[in-house]
Every structure is written in structure tokens, then in C-alpha cells.
């Protein structure tokens, strides 16, 4: 085992890795028995992972009936609510960070724990470039809170209430007064945002306990599950079963039909592509669309539909759902267990068809990501059909172009500005190096006095990202962004835009000749961050496009888990 390159000798150095780690541990803690780490994002300022310490609890129990020897190992948090300019800028960082502990340090296997959104893929990211034996517990949703009677989606209910308090169909009073019911209990967003849909996808791609995915963070069965988690891992360092016999081709194929069919977020898509590179898997853009378009959309969760995550985990869970896809999986890949995904679907059943529909009544046909291409994103670019509006997904308007979100903030709501329902709103400077670090603002508001008409989507395009918890026909992650070099820089308010999306087509209708003629915007490259030092420096200056991933270029790959030379 790894931990013994620090432990078994008889020499100075091992006097000194045995001595300072003692402390309350018995004396054959250093003889052959595996050295768990918990890497723990538990934070007061991650307010959805401030109760992982409790689950670490469990965790260790387990990994000590096993006969392991289980070490909290706090690592960097990301609060999604919290952390500005936004949290995407330092999901590098945080696995980085991760990556570099668990290679320093005298560990034969970990287990992951994150719940808010960029903490898993964080986590998954520095396993996979690792690779010593990992499993995945999500923290969980939070329970369902309730305001004025009905369920509130944290973050979807947000954007909403903001939007009818724009309108003026909401009074301000009861905007604040629903703020202290939309969090009810510990956990993390409880719609199908971007937590949820990591923690569903962990599980797909095999690097969770089968069926803990979407458990209730309040819910006691998470508790029995990392204890499971616990004494799995030990089996699993025994056993050399690592993140990269785990995670293949195929289980990410099967995170794509699964993303599908739980009407997952499209922040899955940047989070799949890095945790794939780091396993230099050959995973694309076009996988999502290939394998992912045309699978059925089953769960009927906010912010696509109507029900929160509790009611998800009570209508039979994530196993349900993907025992309707059965067909669509591949069968071949193992989970932390050793046994197939598919093996475990068999027994689960849907206890509530309002909430987890059956394959051959789905709620829409063709769910998946669907991946856009033209002469404004040459890269790529994706929209989520099932969040979108039908009528818009084939739309011809006039661009109106926002050179930063300051500029946005500062203009949308004049009651002169030159909009209607048909104008196609773009908003550029806020890919991975523009902003830097794609913020999710991509689903812009609505104009207040389109709202007033009763407007309540339109067409929006953006490189950056959207919200998890967010709706509406947005396309987003265009590539590449406008601030290295992408066409979404050159277009002028005025310009006609047109969107095809069952033939995958985004283009400004203007010709090469005139597009080669125009500079970027001089506006868009004055709003560009330029830092010096540090960091976001690193960041700018490494950064991947949305289309591979957004990891930085030297993170991809994996440097193994080499127990390196130290000196005493
Ligand atoms: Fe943490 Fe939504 S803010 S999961």
C-alpha cells in the first residue's frame, strides 16, 4: 500500500511518520492497514456541505469495521451562493488542491465527500488525476420548504419571484418574506440544479454506493450509506480498484443518458468533459448530442418541471428512472462495488408516476443536451431543449448585444430600450478567461417592460453558464468566447440572428467578408479582468474553453499516485 512507503520501515523518517500521526491510534494502526482519507468540503461558508462532518462521522465508522484507518481531510470549499466573482473560477483550483493532497500525503484510498455544486466535479476531477481507490457520498438535497402554502425550488423559485417582482405581481414584502422558507433543512439545492445533477451523475458513472444518489440530506438511510461507503473503501484498496477502472468511455455514456433523463443541468456537460480529460477519455461535445439528444425525459423535477428532489427520492429514486432506460445503458461498466449499474436497476420501482414518468409515457420524447454549431460558435455551443420554450427553438431576431453584465444590469430595464419579444438578447465577456471564470449569467432576465406585456422567455445567448436551478432558451458555453477570439465579439446590435435547433445551426446572418472586416468590441475588451498575479492569473492564462471542459490546460491528464522523495 502506499502508506507504506512512510510507515513500515524501522529508520528515523518512519519514527517520525508514526510518531506525530499516533495520537489515540493503536499500535498496529501502521501494519499493513489501509489509510483512508475523508476529503471533506464541509464549510460554514459551503452552507450546503456544513453538515458533511456528520456524514464523515458515519464514514469513519465504517472504514474502522472494515479495519481501515479513516482521516478527516479538510480540502477546499466552494459556496455557490457565496463565492465571487463566481465559484466556476476556482473549481480548478479546489481539485488542484485536492489532487495534491491526496498525493502528498500517506493515503491508500479516499472518500469524497462534496454536495454544492462545483464540489463534486472538484472532487472527481482530483480522484480521477489521482487514481487510487475513490468513492463518492453526495451530501444531498435539502427537504422541501414551503411558502404561502406551496413547495419552493431553491434558486428556480429565485429567479422567479425576482421576475414577478420586476413585473410588479409580487409585492416586495412577500419577496423577503419567502427568503427564511426557501432553505428548510440542511442539504443542497432541492431541484434538479447542478448539485443534484452531479450527485445523479457520480452514481451513473459508477463512483457512488448504488442508490444513494438524491437521498435527503436530513434523511437517516444517508448515514447508513456512508457507513457502507466506509467499509467499501477499505475492500476497495484491497482489491487496487481504481477511479479509472471505474470511470471508462462507457460509463460516461451512461452519465449522458442519465443526465437526459433526469432533465439534468447543463453545467454536467464542462464538468463531465474535465473529469473525462483527466482520464484522457475521449469524451466530446458531440457525445452529449449523439447519445444524450434522444433520450426520453422522465423526471418531473423543477426547474424543467413541477416537483423537488424529496418528492424524487419518495417516487423510487435515480435507480427508477434508470430502470426505465435500461435499453440505453451500457452494461459493461462497474461501479466502486465491482458489479454493473444496470445490475442494481432491477428491483427499483416507480411509486409515483406524477413525479418519475414510465419510458412509454415520457414527459418529453427527445431530452438531452442538444449541441448547436455556425458562424457564431465554430466550437460549439449547447441549449437544454427540455428547459427551453417549443416555439423559440426555431427563431429568426435582431441581436441586441450586451458587452458585459455591468452593462446588462445597467440598461435592461430602461423603458426605451429598443426590445420586443422576437429580439434575440446576447450577452459576451463572460467565458472561462473573459470574466473571468463563466459566470452563470447566461440566463438573462427578461426586460421589464416586456415582462409587463406578459413576455416571459426569449431567445438568449451567452459564453457563460447558467444556473442549474434556471430555464428558459438559452444557449450558452458558446465557443470560443468572445474574449479569446470568438465570432460573439464581432456582432453589432441590429444584426439578425437565427437559431435552428433541430438542425443544430446558430448563426448571425452576415458573410464571412463582413465578419473577417469587423474588430471585436472595444467595449467587451474594456470590461475584461486583466489580473496580475496570482490565482486568476494562472487561471486566464491556462484556461480551456467551454467546449474541453474549462480546465486548465496542464491539469489535464493524471499524474498518478507516485509516493515522492521527502527529506526530515
Ligand atoms: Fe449549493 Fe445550490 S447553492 S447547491
Keep these: 500500500m502506499r502508506s507504506d512507503a512512510w510507515y513500515k520501515g524501522r529508520d528515523r523518517d518512519s519514527y517520525i511518520h508514526r510518531a506525530w500521526m499516533r495520537r489515540g491510534l493503536p499500535d498496529d494502526a501502521f501494519d499493513g492497514r489501509a489509510h483512508i482519507a475523508i476529503a471533506n468540503t464541509a464549510s460554514d461558508l459551503a452552507p450546503c456541505n456544513s453538515h458533511l462532518n456528520e456524514i464523515s462521522d458515519f464514514v469513519k465508522n465504517g ?89 419552493l425550488g431553491c434558486g428556480t423559485d429565485v429567479w422567479k419571484f425576482s421576475e414577478e417582482l420586476r413585473a410588479g405581481k409580487m409585492s416586495e414584502a412577500d419577496f423577503l418574506k419567502s427568503e427564511s422558507s426557501m432553505i428548510r433543512s440542511r442539504g443542497h439545492c432541492n431541484t434538479m440544479g447542478t448539485a443534484s445533477t452531479m450527485g445523479c451523475v457520480a452514481e ?34 484491497k482489491l487496487d480498484r481504481k477511479p479509472s477502472d471505474v470511470m471508462t468511455k462507457g460509463s460516461f455514456l451512461n452519465a449522458i443518458v442519465t443526465l437526459a433523463g433526469i432533465g439534468g443541468s447543463t453545467n454536467a456537460v ?10 484522457g477519455i475521449n469524451l466530446t461535445l458531440d457525445d452529449f448530442d449523439k447519445t444524450g439528444s434522444k433520450v426520453p425525459l422522465l423526471a418531473n423535477l423543477q426547474p424543467a418541471g413541477n416537483h423537488l428532489m424529496e418528492d424524487f427520492f419518495r417516487a423510487g429514486g435515480l435507480l427508477a428512472l434508470l430502470n426505465e432506460l435500461k435499453d440505453l445503458l451500457d452494461p459493461t461498466p462497474i461501479t466502486v462495488t465491482g458489479k454493473p449499474l444496470v445490475n442494481y436497476l432491477s428491483d427499483n420501482s416507480i411509486f409515483d408516476e406524477t413525479v418519475i414518468a414510465k419510458r412509454d409515457k415520457p414527459l418529453q420524447q427527445s431530452a438531452g443536451i442538444a449541441v448547436l454549431y455556425g458562424n457564431l460558435a465554430p466550437t460549439g455551443a449547447v441549449i437544454k431543449p427540455a428547459a427551453a420554450s417549443k ?33 434575440v438578447l446576447v450577452l459576451r465577456g463572460c467565458g472561462p478567461k473573459g470574466y473571468p471564470g463563466m459566470p452563470e449569467v447566461a440566463n438573462m432576465p427578461i426586460p421589464q417592460k416586456l415582462l409587463k406585456q406578459g413576455v416571459r422567455d426569449m431567445v438568449r445567448i451567452c459564453d457563460g453558464r447558467m444556473s442549474g436551478t434556471a430555464y428558459g432558451t438559452v444557449i450558452l458555453h458558446v465557443s470560443p468566447e468572445s474574449a479569446a477570439g470568438g465570432p460573439l465579439a464581432l456582432i453589432k446590435t441590429g444584426d439578425v440572428i437565427s437559431l435552428d435547433v433541430e438542425n443544430r445551426s446558430l448563426n448571425v446572418e452576415l458573410t464571412d467578408d463582413e465578419l473577417a472586416k469587423r474588430k471585436p468590441s472595444t467595449e467587451m475588451l474594456d470590461s475584461l479582468a486583466a489580473p496580475q498575479r496570482g490565482w486568476e492569473k494562472m487561471y486566464i492564462d491556462h484556461v480551456m474553453q467551454a467546449n474541453l471542459g474549462a480546465d486548465l490546460d496542464f491539469l489535464v491528464g493524471s499524474s498518478g499516485s507516485q509516493v515522492s522523495r521527502e527529506s526530515h
Excluded at 64 to 81: D, F, Q, R
Excluded at 97 to 120: H, Q, S
Excluded at 394 to 415: N, T, W
Design 63 to 151: 472504514i474502522w469495521e472494515a479495519g481501515g484507518v479513516p482521516l478527516n481531510m479538510p480540502t477546499v470549499s466552494l459556496g455557490e451562493t457565496q463565492v465571487r466573482p463566481t465559484a466556476m473560477l476556482w473549481r480548478n483550483m479546489s481539485a488542484m488542491a485536492t489532487e495534491e493532497l491526496l498525493r502528498a500525503n500517506p493515503i491508500d484510498g479516499v472518500v469524497l465527500l462534496g454536495g454544492c455544486d462545483k464540489t463534486i466535479p472538484a472532487l472527481l476531477m482530483a480522484a480521477a488525476s489521482v487514481d487510487i481507490p475513490a468513492i463518492v457520498v453526495p451530501g444531498g438535497p435539502m427537504l422541501s420548504g414551503t411558502f404561502k402554502g406551496k413547495a
Design 204 to 237: 451513473a458513472l459508477g463512483m457512488t454506493i448504488p442508490g444513494v444518489a438524491g437521498t435527503p440530506a436530513p434523511d437517516s438511510r444517508l448515514l447508513q450509506s456512508a457507513q457502507e461507503t466506509g467499509r467499501l473503501i477499505v475492500e476497495m484498496v
Design 270 to 279: 464542462v464538468h463531465l468533459l474535465a473529469i473525462a480529460g483527466r482520464l
Design 391 to 423: 416555439e423559440l427553438l426555431q427563431h429568426k431576431g435582431k441581436a441586441l448585444v450586451f458587452d458585459s453584465i455591468e452593462d446588462f444590469h445597467k440598461r435592461i430595464d430602461d423603458p426605451n430600450l429598443d426590445v420586443d419579444k422576437d429580439t
